[in-house]
């Protein structure tokens, strides 16, 4: 069964400045993908960014990008220039090789100060 | 495109009523899925759909089913209510079902059982 760790339930990070959110994982599958999804307190569940464990280069979209490091099973989300609006969850997530579920950890909290 | 559309918003339910949680989505997507996020916790899988008539358990089934008999629509049926179902519930869809092949997410029913 794969699982997914995320261990600082909440964090700060100064406006404009950046921050790294950790996401450990484990599985037992060759092949694997990490996505990570950002949760406002709207409630809706936003698509941030996603890398497979075959990919040379660590993925970016925008502000975002992922630091994956197999060897350490992690794949830790960096957002560069903090903006307010980066207040919200942060969920990574892993499918399984069916590619019928995605298997969430607990969430980051991240809270971003003017 | 409309997208991932979930009714209702909000609902609360008494011990032991039914009530069905519609999803839609327009995207022709053929793989659908419901997650419930309890307070504080990650999402995880109640059902799944890979096409029209073709449905299947997730992680946590029990209390629930579903029915999938167009490619747009995926509605989740609760059936004698009870407090531990309590919960945020997602319906999300994918085009395909590959590991880089991303679920979008609706934007979720808040159901409460007293």
């Known amino acids: 069964a794969q699982k997914i760790t995320q261990t600082q339930p909440g964090m700060f990070v100064q406006e404009k400045e950046a921050v790294t959110l950790d996401c450990t994982y484990d599985?037992?599958?060759?092949?694997?993908?990490l996505f990570w999804y950002k949760q406002p307190s709207s409630g809706e569940m936003i698509f941030l960014i996603y890398?497979?464990?075959?990919?040379?280069q660590n993925a970016t979209e925008g502000r975002y990008s992922l630091n994956f490091q197999k060897a350490r099973k992690s794949a830790n989300l960096v957002i560069s220039a903090s903006q307010l609006g980066d207040s919200a969850m942060y969920f990574c997530?892993?499918?399984?090789?069916?590619?019928?579920?995605?298997?969430f950890g607990g969430g980051t909290r991240l809270m971003v100060k003017p | 495109n409309a997208g991932v559309t979930q009714t209702p918003k909000f609902r609360i339910l008494k011990i032991g009523q039914s009530m069905t949680l519609q999803c839609a989505q327009d995207?022709?997507?053929?793989?659908m899925y419901w997650y419930r996020q309890d307070p504080g916790m990650g999402l995880k899988l109640i059902y799944y759909?890979?096409?029209?008539?073709?449905?299947d358990k997730g992680e946590v089934p029990n209390g629930y089913n579903v029915s999938r008999s167009t490619t747009e629509d995926f509605p989740l049926r609760l059936e004698l209510a009870a407090p531990s179902q309590t919960s945020v519930y997602f319906c999300?869809?994918?085009?395909?079902?590959?590991?880089?092949?991303?679920?979008?997410f609706g934007p979720g029913t808040r159901l409460t059982v007293l």
């Open positions: 759909s890979v096409g029209a008539g073709i449905t």
């Open positions: 999300a869809s994918t085009s395909q079902r590959g590991l880089s092949d991303t679920q979008y």
């Open positions: 890398q497979g464990s075959y990919d040379q």
């Open positions: 995207m022709n997507h053929n793989y």
């Open positions: 599985t037992s599958d060759p092949s694997y993908g």
């Open positions: 997530a892993i499918p399984n090789n069916a590619g019928n579920m995605l298997t």
